[in-house]
């Protein structure tokens, strides 16, 4: 199956680079949330796939919500969690950066993940209990141990205006970090931290097709996932803290002030 997403994934990307930069019909799901229409296609392209080779599991995705399988007495232990253009902001904007994000669930866990970047070629998977790999190439998180030589990461949620919270987190990193980014792509920031490009990650107000692929690639390049009080995550209910690991409890720290 993992095959089968790594596929899934480049054919969705082939549609995303084919249609970047182009003008698009762009909708507003709420003031901040935009929607185009490649996302769309692209999702489009998944669940068809995942119906074709995979009537019997069930399907979240963030366009379209849940869908049941093919035969609806049937009550499915898998359920593939996708998101077809994580970034569409950054898309609508003809800012490069933006992913496809497969993940697949097996009674409520997480057992394979495929982040792909379509301009770059950058394909990150995962596979539970078989580590994690950029480009075929074995990838692990990084070994800083100070929050002061770190490079983290966060996302704004779409109701920032409304988390006072959000703003008091972010200075208190500012604060304490070598630096801290926002990229607006939640699974391309957890693929790099699971690649050690980001040494950590925090963000409030995602969804389980934000983060079911990227957390399963944190752990199993060596990091840790958990939410803010250091409980395991739960990918239902943000936020969601990832790191190397040796940063977490430091991270923790901070996000308790």
Same mark, same amino acid.
């Given at each position: 199956?993992?095959?089968?997403?790594?596929?899934?994934?480049?054919?969705?990307?082939?549609?995303? +680079?084919?249609?970047?930069?182009?003008?698009?019909?762009?909708?507003?799901?709420?003031?901040?949330?935009?929607?185009?229409?490649?996302?769309? *296609?692209?999702?489009?392209?998944?669940?068809? &796939?995942?119906?074709?080779?995979?009537?019997?599991?069930?399907? =979240? +995705?963030?366009?379209?919500?849940?869908?049941?399988?093919?035969?609806?007495?049937?009550?499915?232990?898998?359920?593939?969690?996708?998101?077809?253009?994580?970034?569409?902001?950054?898309?609508?904007?003809?800012?490069?950066?933006?992913?496809?994000?497969?993940?697949?669930?097996?009674?409520?866990?997480?057992?394979?993940?495929?982040?792909?970047?379509?301009?770059?070629?950058? =394909?990150?998977?995962?596979?539970?209990?078989?580590?994690?790999?950029?480009?075929?190439? &074995?990838?692990?998180?990084?070994?800083?141990?100070?929050?002061?030589?770190?490079?983290?990461?966060?996302?704004?949620?779409?109701?920032? &205006?409304?988390?006072?919270?959000?703003?008091?987190?972010? +200075?208190?990193?500012?604060?304490?970090?070598?630096?801290?980014?926002?990229?607006?792509?939640?699974?391309?920031?957890?693929?790099?931290?699971?690649?050690?490009?980001?040494?950590?990650?925090?963000?409030?107000?995602?969804?389980?097709?934000?983060?079911?692929?990227?957390?399963?690639?944190?752990?199993?390049?060596?990091? &840790?996932?958990?939410?803010?009080?250091?409980? *395991?995550? !739960?990918?239902?209910?943000?936020?969601?803290?990832?790191? !190397?690991?040796?940063?977490?409890?430091?991270?923790?720290?901070?996000?308790?002030?």
């Amino acid at each position: 199956m993992l095959n089968f997403a790594i596929q899934t994934a480049r054919e969705a990307g082939r549609i995303l +680079a084919e249609r970047f930069g182009r003008a698009l019909q762009i909708t507003n799901k709420s003031e901040l949330d935009l929607v185009t229409e490649s996302d769309l *296609a692209s999702e489009r392209l998944i669940i068809d &796939r995942i119906k074709t080779y995979h009537p019997r599991h069930a399907i =979240l +995705a963030e366009e379209s919500g849940a869908s049941a399988t093919a035969d609806r007495d049937v009550q499915s232990e898998w359920r593939w969690i996708i998101d077809p253009l994580d970034g569409t902001t950054n898309y609508a904007h003809g800012y490069p950066c933006f992913c496809i994000s497969i993940g697949l669930e097996h009674k409520g866990r997480m057992e394979l993940g495929v982040i792909y970047d379509p301009l770059r070629d950058e =394909l990150f998977t995962a596979e539970r209990g078989a580590g994690a790999s950029l480009n075929g190439r &074995r990838i692990q998180v990084s070994e800083r141990n100070n929050l002061a030589s770190a490079l983290l990461c966060t996302g704004f949620p779409y109701d920032v &205006r409304e988390r006072s919270e959000f703003a008091r987190h972010f +200075a208190n990193f500012i604060m304490n970090a070598q630096g801290v980014r926002r990229d607006g792509a939640a699974a391309l920031d957890l693929a790099y931290v699971a690649c050690g490009r980001f040494d950590g990650f925090w963000e409030e107000g995602l969804k389980p097709w934000d983060v079911a692929a990227g957390m399963l690639m944190v752990e199993e390049a060596g990091g &840790r996932v958990s939410n803010y009080a250091g409980e *395991a995550l !739960n990918i239902y209910q943000p936020p969601i803290l990832a790191s !190397n690991g040796l940063l977490h409890e430091e991270m923790m720290r901070v996000l308790s002030v």
